[in-house]
């Protein structure tokens, strides 16, 4: 069945780039989203790539995706202690009717220190 | 810039008691879902609504779940007879013509309600 996976944890110093790695399985999902999460706080869409491209960059993140090996990144330069989260790589589900659904990888806790 | 809200924050309930989570999903969405994280787990689909019927649910959405838009704006969530095991956080998401140029396939998601049964 669908499947997303990510490492739980990663540990940067300030200004430093942190990236976060994720694998997916079903190679027909036409999104792959980014999600942060502080304490306490709800799921906040961070960026999104569409499967047809490679690379996408917003401001201080850059998403990248290997299609062929299922692979999503996300690259966030000069790391501040305000990115502190937990950082949710998620696959759009189509179902056969034409709905969808959100596939979530377990979440990447980053940590930012000085 | 609009947004999804849910009340209450937190409910706490006794095990057998009937609790209802509610959500105000983005005004000119047309699709809404509700997800639940149970603390440690992944976030997990329960269902989908569109056009005021359910169009997709997970196995997890059994007859002691159900969904409801009663009045064109809210959108509600009812679990008839709590569980220990419905302890979780409970997430609302709306998706529409996408915001800030983002895709149809975007969800937005409320802040969840975090429901705690004992």
């Known amino acids: 069945g669908e499947d997303v996976e990510q490492s739980l944890f990663l540990s940067v110093r300030e200004g430093d780039s942190s990236v976060i790695n994720c694998t997916y399985t079903d190679s027909s999902s036409t999104y792959l989203y980014w999600y942060k999460q502080e304490p306490g706080a709800g799921l906040q869409l961070l960026t999104y790539i569409f499967s047809n491209m490679d690379m996408k960059q917003d401001q201080r993140l850059t998403v990248l995706l290997n299609k062929k090996d299922k692979h999503l990144s996300l690259r966030i330069a000069d790391t501040q202690t305000g990115d502190s989260a937990i950082y949710f790589c998620?696959?759009?589900?189509?179902?056969?009717?034409?709905?969808?659904?959100?596939?979530f990888g377990a979440g990447t806790r980053l940590a930012v220190h000085p | 810039e609009p947004e999804v809200t849910q009340t209450p924050s937190h409910q706490v309930t006794q095990m057998g008691q009937e609790v209802i989570l509610r959500c105000v999903p983005i005004?000119?969405?047309?699709?809404f879902y509700w997800y639940r994280q149970i603390l440690g787990q992944k976030v997990e689909f329960l269902v989908s609504?569109?056009?005021?019927?359910?169009?997709?649910k997970s196995e997890i959405f059994d007859d002691q779940f159900s969904v409801e838009r009663p009045d064109g704006s809210n959108f509600t969530l009812k679990i008839r007879s709590t569980k220990l095991e419905d302890s979780a956080m409970y997430f609302c998401a709306s998706r529409g013509p996408g915001l800030a140029g983002g895709p149809t396939d975007t969800q937005y998601f409320g802040p969840g309600t975090r429901l705690t049964v004992l």
């Open positions: 998620a696959e759009s589900f189509m179902f056969s009717g034409g709905y969808n659904k959100l596939i």
């Open positions: 609504f569109y056009n005021n019927e359910i169009s997709e």
């Open positions: 005004s000119n969405h047309l699709y």
